[in-house]
């Protein structure tokens, strides 16, 4: 177990993440991203250059980025986790279906990769905002007859939203195939505290490292969630105080499909601040940005298992071609 002395052996804050795969790691730096798969015939690394927004560009503007980031996020990480299905043991990889058969054979090889890859996050999405954001507004809307503040209603709604969210990661993290991609998780976390402490990225050195990270894409979404809390309720009121007719169809069901669909238009805005929220904590280092972080830090003791040295091994073989020749140029 890491002691307080590496955890907090941090020299500098890099923007390199990554994602746990199938039997091994994608890791993203400034300008490649890198995806490492243990085979049966040893470690396959396979590089490719980063499509960046051009300076000024306005997908870069704070409060925007965020949300382009996360779908960008989305999209490459579907395609790596695709990928790595393709790469993965024999024993681990799924006979294609007679359907998938039919369809690669309709659209064709590349077509039939980006179909999957549309189709895949497409429901990615849909799962998370149907299970996170939809069903506890489904459950909160009935208790809009008897919860007259706007701001009660919807803490109690995040309440139900954030016992959804810890049901499921528990739920997820007792899945035995799971467990792997979690301890890949771990292998990536550690290696990039490896890095940022500035120490040779040996498994030796790697090992000694915490696996929590702050700034883990777990700890964005549950930013997410405490923020749809505040940015909900701020506009509800706003709402409200602009159409005070709404009160008289309160608790209807018109209302709630009305309130519904009003928060979800909101979700890229709770996005955007959720994104510059945890940025500035990922800069900055003082009492309040440490509140905020510890929750998110919490949770991925469900997310981020430890890894054996076999896992460190793919960590490090993804992380080294996508770093910076300078350090400067990757930091957060």
Request: net charge positive; charged share 20%; aromatic share 10%.
């Amino acid at each position: 177990m890491a002691n307080k002395e590496t955890e907090n052996c941090e020299k500098f804050k890099t923007m390199i993440g990554g994602q746990a795969l199938i039997e091994g790691i994608m890791m993203r730096g400034p300008e490649k991203d890198a995806i490492v798969i243990r085979g049966k015939d040893g470690l396959t690394v396979e590089v490719s250059p980063r499509k960046l927004n051009p300076p000024g560009s306005w997908k870069n503007w704070p409060f925007i980025r965020g949300v382009f980031n996360f779908f960008d996020a989305q999209i490459v990480g579907v395609k790596a986790l695709l990928r790595s299905a393709d790469l993965a043991p024999d024993e681990m990889q799924e006979e294609p279906s007679k359907f998938d058969k039919w369809l690669e054979k309709k659209l064709g090889s590349e077509a039939f990769q980006k179909a999957i890859v549309g189709i895949a996050v497409a429901m990615g999405l849909l799962l998370s905002i149907g299970l996170f954001f939809l069903l506890p507004m489904v459950i909160g809307g009935f208790f809009d007859k008897i919860i007259t503040s706007t701001l009660l209603l919807n803490l109690v709604e995040g309440v139900i939203r954030m016992v959804i969210f810890m049901a499921y990661m528990i739920l997820v993290s007792r899945m035995p195939d799971m467990k792997r991609v979690f301890s890949y998780h771990g292998a990536e976390h550690k290696t990039i505290r490896c890095y940022e402490a500035r120490l040779p990225l040996t498994v030796e050195n790697v090992r000694k490292m915490t696996r929590l990270h702050p700034r883990c894409g777990t700890s964005f979404l549950l930013v997410v969630m405490v923020i749809s809390i505040l940015v909900f309720s701020i506009a509800s009121s706003a709402l409200l105080a602009i159409f005070p007719g709404l009160e008289t169809i309160r608790g209807t069901f018109g209302y709630r499909m009305l309130m519904i669909v009003f928060k979800l238009l909101l979700l890229p805005v709770v996005m955007g601040i959720s994104y510059e929220l945890l940025k500035w904590c990922g800069r900055s280092d003082n009492i309040a940005t440490r509140i905020i972080r510890q929750p998110g830090i919490w949770v991925q003791h469900l997310t981020v298992f430890e890894p054996d040295d076999s896992m460190i091994e793919v960590a490090i073989a993804a992380i080294t071609p996508v770093l910076p020749e300078n350090p400067e140029e990757g930091k957060w």
